[in-house]
């Protein structure tokens, strides 16, 4: 589309006051004129929140960036999905976060009574670390928690077929959508769910929109459930979304379409620049 893509590692860029920007970007002289975040990285609490205040300087100096470096804060921390979420009206899970082991169990105690719950790593991707709670007995220790419980209501059937829905939004539209279907209670394709072509209803359509809305994401892979009543629900914001397997059902080129989406917020800066002088 007549732009030069150039890949470079989150972990490989600096600030460096020295420079005219006060940044350090391999592959730039100058800075870049679009920013498309694919993955932020492992790496510990300082080398992540490094990497975001990268993106935020880059925000600041007006480059556009897709997405934001506080819309992948937003998803990446579920406990504040979640709040967000509940603040936008938009239907989820019932949701508990806590950093007491003691409360931890109080919930399980309480909650358990009314259905299974599932932990999730606070900041964890690709369905991994997730583990069901039964029982009391069921939450891990401290350690094992990594000083975070995200506690969630299980929504879903109790035996397989397990099956969600991911919808692929981009700048206000739905891309494309997929169901998920797997043997497994935790449906993500790279874990083995099968992708199924699938058409959203209105109300799931209008459900990932505000859900995208609420996080503030220009591209955002939504995760729907539908509850035992009939009730969709979301599950989950992600600010980073890979499409393989939605590709795989989609007739059409997913990365065409957000690249050109991408593409589309240049004029908006280069105007915004003139207006400046």
């Known amino acids: ?9 989150l972990s490989a860029c600096r ?4 420079r005219p920007h006060g940044l ?19 790496g510990s609490l300082e080398a992540i929140t490094m990497r975001l205040g990268v993106l935020h300087a880059l925000e600041a100096l007006g480059v556009p960036l897709v997405n934001s470096a506080r819309s992948i804060e937003r998803c990446t921390d579920k406990s504040m999905a979640s709040f967000l979420l509940a603040r936008a009206c938009v239907p989820a899970p019932e949701t508990f976060a806590t950093q007491s082991l003691a409360q931890a169990r109080d919930i399980a105690r309480r909650e358990c009574a009314s259905g299974v719950l599932v932990m999730k790593p606070l900041f964890g991707a690709q369905g991994w670390g997730l583990r ?19 506690l969630q209501r299980f929504v879903g059937p109790s035996r397989p077929p397990y099956e969600d829905m991911r919808v692929l939004v981009s700048r206000g539209e739905v891309v494309a959508a997929m169901k998920r279907r797997s043997s ?7 874990q083995g ?4 072509v699938a058409e959203p209803t209105r109300e799931e359509r209008d459900m990932a929109l505000a859900a995208s809305e609420a996080m503030g994401t220009i591209v955002a892979g939504v995760d729907l459930i539908t509850s035992a009543q009939g009730r969709p629900m979301v599950l989950e914001v992600n600010s980073m979304p890979g499409w393989s397997g939605l590709q795989r059902i989609t007739p059409f080129s997913i990365a065409e379409r957000l690249a050109a989406d991408a593409l589309s917020l240049l004029p908006a800066r280069r105007n915004a620049l003139k207006a400046l002088g």
């Open 132 to 150: 069901l709670i039964e029982k009391e007995s069921d939450i891990p220790s401290v350690e094992e928690a990594r000083g975070v419980y995200y």
């Open 193 to 196: 769910a099968k992708p199924l």
């Open 15 to 18: 600030i460096d006051s020295s």
């Open 1 to 9: 589309m007549g732009a030069t893509p150039v890949a470079v590692r």
């Open 184 to 190: 497994h209670w935790i449906t993500n394709v790279r």
């Open 24 to 42: 350090a970007i391999p592959g730039f002289h100058a800075l870049p004129d679009l920013v498309v975040v694919r993955a932020i990285g492992d």
